[in-house]
């Protein structure tokens, strides 16, 4: 399922409306306030629920809805069926974009939301705040992915959370020496890696750079990688377009990339950790790291239609999802860590939840999940204009010329 999470890449390269936005005043990771800079539509959430009323119509990213058709050995959505009678209709979206405009059809009745999509799909009022007493496995998911910037607003939760990853620093150890701590070894302008070095193709790459420099030049001011003042924002494009010089190839497929690791044309850059298992499987030389300074990533969350047609079937969506044996199977295939601290005993390797850090709380505190940017800086300063996504997409074309 490497390939899988190459959906997520394709970022949003639209504008958001000023009053079609939300952030927080916090940090973008696990930590910090989750106030919001805006007041979501008032929209009650499901007080009870009833029988099942018989499908359940889904759009997810590639590999969250397996029947067994990709692949006999994955399938959740024929026990989950034969369980509740809900008949499972999934939608497959490419872009977090499309998940957003898929859901303002009214025509489907639950998504799994990435960071970039969840807070645009409230404040548009797509999506209804979640009763987690109606969804029992909500009791067992980490402490730390409950009440966050991504999946809620002041304290009220709108959605479910089913998985995270972080993207890590690798390289391999025959030719990158001594061994890197810092995201400066792909940002230095006269790396003797030059021509050798990879980077995430995304303008939500933008955010690795500003995410460096909150580090290494604090007199900018950064606190949050995803609300850049022009000025943060000029001085993280900058840094850009002095890499670009160095970089080999910016990949977007993680199977090429894994590839390109393999072979030596890729020494040292941006990776997930399934790439590394891949990697270390091949007996490639390959090492990974979450940087000193820290790393973005992603934390995804099962969000509910403000007009879902089938509630009951979606809560039961919902529940299933995150029980412990599923969810210990989707984090497996997919190449994620699970959100059910009860999914760890239950890989087939034993070691999986190490690897991945799933209960590893300090190791999420450095990781800086997804948002997007937008004209209200989420990091809760006023009077002050961020750059929103749109100029994020402007600014990448021009970095990659």
Known sequence: ?????????????????????????????????????????????????????????LVSWAGYVEDGSNNKSLDWVHPFEQQTGCKVNNKVAGTSDEMVSLMKTGEYDAVSASGDASLRLIAAGSVAPVNTSL??????????????????VNGTMYGIPHGRGANMLAWRTDKVRPAPDSWGVVF??????????????????????????????P?????????????????????????????????????KIEQSFQNGDTVVGTTWQVIANGLTAAKAPVQTVLPKEGATGWSDTWMVAAKAKHP???????????????????????GEAPSNSKACALMTDKN?????????????????????????????????TCVDYSKWTQAWTQIKG
């Not at 302008?189 to 939500?204: E, N, Q």
């Not at 809560?315 to 295939?333: C, D, H, L, R």
């Open 1 to 57: 399922m490497r390939s899988t999470r190459l959906a997520v890449v394709a970022m949003v390269a639209v504008s958001l409306l000023a009053t079609g936005c939300g952030g927080k005043s916090g940090t973008s990771n696990s930590g910090g306030s989750n106030a919001a800079v805006f007041t979501p539509p008032k929209i009650p959430a499901v007080t009870s629920l009833g029988q099942g009323e018989g499908q359940v119509n």
């Open 135 to 152: 969804v029992p496995n909500y009791a067992d998911v980490f402490p730390d992915l409950k009440n966050k910037p991504w999946n809620s």
């Open 188 to 217: 230095d302008p006269k790396s003797p890696y030059k021509g050798h070095i990879t980077a995430y193709d995304s303008p939500i790459y933008i955010a690795d750079a500003a995410l460096y420099l909150s580090a290494t030049q």
């Open 219 to 255: 007199q900018l001011g950064i606190k949050d990688p995803y609300a850049l003042d022009q000025k943060q924002f000029d001085a993280a494009v900058n840094l850009l377009k002095q890499q670009r010089q160095n970089i080999g190839e910016y990949w977007s497929d993680a199977t």
């Open 312 to 334: 009951n079937c979606a809560y039961k969506w919902m529940n299933w999802v995150i029980s412990p044996k599923v969810n210990a199977q989707i984090a497996e295939s997919w």
């Open 352 to 384: 999986f939840c190490n690897v991945y850090h799933a209960a590893d709380a300090p190791y999420w505190q450095k990781v800086h999940y997804w948002d997007t940017p937008i004209p209200q800086c989420l990091d809760g300063r006023k009077n002050v």
